[in-house]
């Protein structure tokens, strides 16, 4: 089993920045995917940002131009860089790795943006 820890969540103000890092507990070989998925009170689960296959990455609309999802070499740690934070970026934001069939998630991290 595969543990996925993050950590960077917190409160800021609108306009401020957050960077969210989640790190895999052991080496996962041939990941073929991994990113953040970001829940909001009362809304689905809906991708934020990811690698979706070798270094191509894929954001959500509403990410565009303002976070960017990088990783290690090892490719064991994620990251999110989040910039101009809005108040509807608040929500738990979760890691993810992918790993042929299997899915590891992280365990959420609250992020909240004050107007």
């Known amino acids: 089993q595969v543990q996925m820890v993050e950590s960077g969540g917190g409160s800021v103000q609108a306009g401020g920045s957050l960077r969210l890092s989640c790190a895999a507990s052991?080496?996962?070989?041939?990941?073929?995917?991994m990113g953040w998925y970001r829940q909001a009170p009362g809304k689905q689960r809906e991708l934020v940002a990811g690698?979706?296959?070798?270094?191509?990455?894929d954001y959500a609309d509403s990410a565009k131009g303002r976070f960017a999802i990088s990783r290690d070499n090892a490719k064991t740690t994620v990251y999110l860089q989040m910039n101009s934070l809005k108040p509807e970026d608040t929500g738990v934001y979760y890691c993810?790795?992918?790993?042929?069939?299997?899915?590891?998630w992280g365990q959420g991290t609250q992020v909240t943006v004050s107007s």
């Open positions: 052991r080496t996962i070989f041939s990941i073929d995917a």
């Open positions: 993810y790795a992918v790993h042929g069939s299997m899915t590891f």
């Open positions: 690698f979706i296959s070798g270094d191509r990455t």
